[in-house]
């Protein structure tokens, strides 16, 4: 019986570092053919460059580069295993998203991505041509249909392939995570598989880059739509899958499957991965942030400390007059806890010189949220002078429900290079805080349990100026995600009262977050690069 051995090589590549991309791919062959007798080797979509390279395609540099990087592989890739790799290229017709194959020192073929998904994150049709031939290559009696990641949700070009002849299909993807994703693609997957009766590879690629970040989960599904094999999510490595001729037909042997991660995990690895890839990528020497001895900054402690380890994270208490003692006690111990560096700098006397100088200015004015404003600004002074100083990068830790409302101080508490939390919704940093203390106690319980406050004024508590968090998620919910009209969303149960408040916010604040730190992308819409909104505009919310 004929059999075949194919390896997923599900990796991390860096945008931009082509020639370090061709290194990786080249040592994950020498691997894959040592460790596992690889037969072929298939890498993520647009390896080369990275995903996504977005306007370093329009460098005149880039063409020659990745000639370079695929002269370099054609001479130092290891003899006898066939390889499929994701790059761009010019060709006659216009600028696509390539698949190429190489085998024993020779590009055998390429195949031209078909469809171009301009939805959400996605924009490829700002840099590519559409392709509109199948590519079919053989190996070892097996017919190797080859597509890249749309082609497979779009569905023509599998059964384009499958009419070429193809035993198998084999996807390329650089498929960014969201909450739910994982089950979505298995289950779209096992349609396509049962539509063209083909076992369907598909080879996902790993780690953040800027706002997105990707989850992994390789996987293989048999021509019953039946999971045969599937990597681990949220962990780089090479996955083999081994297929055998059954008379006419190929099928692949059932090996690991890795099972689903629970959503709480798969989300808290988002995060993770996201901080991780872009502090180490950007070369940061670790981050700075403002420990407040509330549920937010504590939930981001514990993100970086898993991230990048406690002695690459320090913390900051810089309390006020309005900071509770139990703010302060609840600080320190999570930093204990963590066994990050923790400092205490008070911010009185900043705030009382910044109160003095103005004096003047604000002679005859009332005390309003500007005298509030100060205190969080002076915290930003500090995080980036230690910033600065130090080499670390200031983490935010404003979440969703906040940025959506606007409930953030510009040049404050929104001072930093990054946010973990900014896709993530204040209901679900409980749930995470929560998950995250069964795996380990790291935050103190009464740092969850106790109402949410920004202590900014004497006994200040967030429901003062915002509906509860299960209301005001829900609202947010189906005005950004949903789209809805806040006439639907009032229909759906929602008081007027409490909608057209928060819608209200949603559209006055895209100004704070245009100006906002990027943060992981774990939604279906996130603010970013799939929600742009005009700043300036006299759209009314209603119908």
Known sequence: MQDLTLVMAQLDPLVGDIPGNADRAIEAVREARIEHKADVVVFPELFLTGYPPEDLLFRESMELRLEAARTRMAEKVARDVMVIIGYPGHREGGHFNLAGVLYNGEWLGEYAKQALPNYLVFDERRYFTPGDAPLVIEHRGLKLGVLVCEDLWDGAPVIQARDAGADMLVTLNASPYHQNKPAERLELFARRAREARRPVVYVNQIGGQDELVFDGGSLVVDGDGELQVRAPHWQAGLMPVRFLADGAHWVPERGEIEPLPEVEDSLYCALVSGLRDYVNKSGFQGVVLGLSGGIDSALSLAIAVDALGPDRVQAVMMPYHYTAEISREDAAEQARLLGVHYEV?????????????????????????????????????????????????????????????????????????????????????????????????????????????????????????LPGYDVLDAILERYIEGDMSAESIIDAGFSREDVYKVVK???????????????VRVTTRGFGRDRRYPIVNGWQPGE
């Not at 230690?386 to 979440?399: A, E, F, W, Y």
């Open 345 to 465: 700098l008070p911010i009185v006397s900043m705030v009382e010189a910044a109160n003095e100088t103005l004096a003047q200015s604000f002679a005859g004015a009332p005390q309003d949220t500007t005298e509030e404003n100060l205190q969080s600004r002076c915290r930003g002074v500090l995080l980036m002078a230690i910033s600065n100083k130090k080499g670390l990068m200031v983490l935010t830790t404003g979440n969703k429900s906040e940025m959506a409302v606007g409930y953030a101080t510009l040049y404050g508490d929104m001072v930093g290079g990054y946010n973990a939390l900014k896709d993530v919704y204040k209901t679900w940093v409980y749930r995470l805080a929560r998950w995250r203390n069964a795996q380990g106690p790291v935050i103190p319980e009464r740092v969850i349990t106790r109402p949410p406050s920004a202590e900014l004024a004497p006994d200040q508590q967030d429901s003062d100026s």
């Open 505 to 519: 916010l949603v559209d006055r604040n895209e100004y704070k977050r245009r100006q906002a730190p990027v943060g």
